[in-house]
């Protein structure tokens, strides 16, 4: 059965580093989407991506973010300068066509921030 | 703005015992309804879904029905077993837009032999 994967499952960083968490959603899906879960808390949306743009993005997602689909099958979010609040685990899914309801979530990655 | 609210963990409950975990929402739209699973140190799976009123998901035992008019999700299963222990999440999804996942708190279930 298809399913999402995400790299790396574990990253630890200093406060002020870039990282880069990398998912590969489905193959023939076309929405992709980013989520985050700090310690204990609800899973949270972040940003929406569709047609190689940003579709809709939530207030957690400000300018420190981004995302990027590089090469047509992985999807990329990048925190430029990481803060200890960004601590968490940060789900990627995916959904196929526009009737499709269902999003698939990958593993986690679950990012520390000393 | 669409919310989830489900009932306060932890539930501890005895092997075979019958489990809800109670769910309502409100939503802008006509939602799809959802109930994932994340098992210790794992991500989420989906367990189960309803795109309509009156529909039943099931999965592994485990049911809940697309109530509208009391906007509630129940989940329900007959006799849980110890390996259902695990943290169940209602989510809903408006379709439409980019239909991003709207997600309860999370309930903490376990289950003791």
Redesign the interface.
Known sequence: EPEVTQTPSHQVTQMGQEVILRCVPISNHL?F?W?RQILG?????LV?F?NNEI??KSEIFDDQFSVERPDGSNFTLKIRSTKLEDSAMY?C?S?GLA?E????????TRLLVL | GDSVTQMEGPVTLSEEAFLTINCTYTATGYP?L?W?VQYPG?????LL?A?KADDKGSNKGFEATYRKETTSFHLEKGSVQVSDSAVY?C?L?V?G??????????TKLQVIP
């Open positions: 929405y989407y989520y808390q609800k899973v949270e949306f929406s569709y579709s809709e789900f899914a959904r009737g309801e269902t999003q698939y979530f990958g593993p986690g | 799809s959802f994932y794992e991500g989420l799976q989906l879904k795109t999440f989510a999804s379709l837009g980019y239909q991003k996942v709207t997600f309860g708190t999370g």
